[in-house]
Nanobody
Framework: QVQLVESGGGLVQAGGSLRLSCAAS????????MGWFRQRAGKEREFVAA????????TYADSVKGRFTISRDNAKNTVYLQMNSLRHEDTAVYYC???????????????????WGQGTQVTVSS
């Protein structure tokens, strides 16, 4: 089992940047594919980005491709989401999630992730 704690959210102006972090408990972090999801007000939770166990494979939602970068540091049990060129529509609660079963290319579906953090609010002012 793994516990996930997100940090780094906040208020930023449009065009600005933020870096989210997700710290995981336990000694088996490298055995989990990791993902970031977000939930905008009144909307369903949606996929943002994911990274494979070793960091070799990454995938992004079309809406953030070229602006967001996911990375991980297995020595620090942490996954990051660097968000650049932020837009008002990026305003959401951002969640990190861990997938203990997938090997290789990371999944994009919520049902593929079995551990979730509590979320961190990102607000982009226009």
């Amino acid at each position: 089992q793994v516990q996930l704690v997100e940090s780094g959210g906040g208020l930023v102006q449009a065009g600005g940047s933020l870096r989210l972090s997700c710290a995981a408990s336990g000694r088996t972090f490298s055995r989990y594919a990791m993902g970031w999801f977000r939930q905008r007000a009144g909307k369903e939770r949606e996929f943002v980005a994911a990274i494979s166990r070793s960091g070799t494979y990454k995938t992004y939602a079309d809406s953030v491709k070229g602006r967001f970068t996911i990375s991980r540091d297995n020595a620090k049990n942490t996954v990051y989401l660097q968000m650049n060129s932020l837009r008002h529509e990026d305003t959401a609660v951002y969640y990190c999630a861990a997938d203990s079963s997938r090997i290789g290319y990371p999944g994009t579906g919520m049902d593929q992730y079995n551990y979730w953090g509590q979320g961190t609010q990102v607000t982009v002012s226009s």
